[in-house]
């Protein structure tokens, strides 16, 4: 989550056409109050139950976690890109998602 706050500007292009959700199964107010402390650019969605995990493959069950995918939606709601899990130590991974971020809003898209 803090590589995504520190490449914020570039990765997400400032959430101009983008929006970021990380989603967790940790508690709401827990949730807030990280993203305040952390100063936490995007938004935080709380999935106590494991519902939206459950839907997208992420939630593991042995462990009562969703795993860290990574899911692309375009603009027409479909999956542009997937990174199932997610290898947040790798700097290619931040290139992919990128590259992913950018063919489906282009950085300047729009902002005008």
């Given at each position: 989550m803090h590589a995504y706050r520190d490449q914020y500007a570039q990765l997400f292009h400032d959430g101009r056409n983008v929006?970021?959700?990380?989603?967790?199964?940790?508690?709401?107010?827990?949730?807030?109050?990280?993203?305040?402390d952390d100063e936490f650019q995007y938004l935080?969605?709380?999935?106590?139950?494991?519902?939206?995990?459950?839907?997208?493959?992420?939630?593991?069950?042995?462990?009562?976690?969703?795993?860290?995918?990574?899911?692309?939606v375009g603009p027409d709601g479909k999956i542009a890109y997937r990174a199932a899990p997610f290898r947040e130590i790798d700097p290619t991974s931040y290139k992919e998602l990128g590259a992913a971020i950018d063919k489906i809003a282009p950085k300047g898209a729009g902002s005008e």
């Amino acid at each position: 989550m803090h590589a995504y706050r520190d490449q914020y500007a570039q990765l997400f292009h400032d959430g101009r056409n983008v929006v970021l959700i990380a989603i967790s199964v940790d508690a709401a107010d827990t949730l807030a109050a990280w993203a305040r402390d952390d100063e936490f650019q995007y938004l935080f969605a709380s999935d106590t139950g494991g519902v939206i995990g459950k839907t997208y493959g992420a939630h593991n069950p042995k462990y009562g976690l969703n795993t860290r995918n990574l899911y692309v939606v375009g603009p027409d709601g479909k999956i542009a890109y997937r990174a199932a899990p997610f290898r947040e130590i790798d700097p290619t991974s931040y290139k992919e998602l990128g590259a992913a971020i950018d063919k489906i809003a282009p950085k300047g898209a729009g902002s005008e």
